[in-house]
């Protein structure tokens, strides 16, 4: 699900809310492999992880859905 919300300067900012098992451990593990990748964690106690998409380039965003990937199955 993509957010698009208003930050604290007044822009916009898209991030993404992911729905997945154990995202504790997701988390641990995206922000340990290479490149390190790190998500907002305040919701994992609902296995729900925040990704900041600004400012990623469709590389960026490709390399965090295949870490994903790599960790989800």
């Known amino acids: ?3 698009v919300r208003f930050g604290p300067t007044g822009l916009q900012v898209s991030r993404v809310l992911l729905k997945v098992p154990d995202a504790k451990r997701v988390a641990t593990e995206l922000e ?10 305040d919701r994992v106690a609902d296995d729900e ?7 990623l380039t469709t590389d960026e965003i490709a390399a965090v ?4 990937w790599a960790i989800l199955t």
């Open 1 to 3: 699900m993509k957010h």
């Open 32 to 41: 340990a492999g290479t490149p390190s990748i790190y998500v907002m964690t």
């Open 49 to 55: 992880l925040m990704l900041e998409l600004v400012p």
């Open 65 to 68: 859905v295949a870490r994903l």
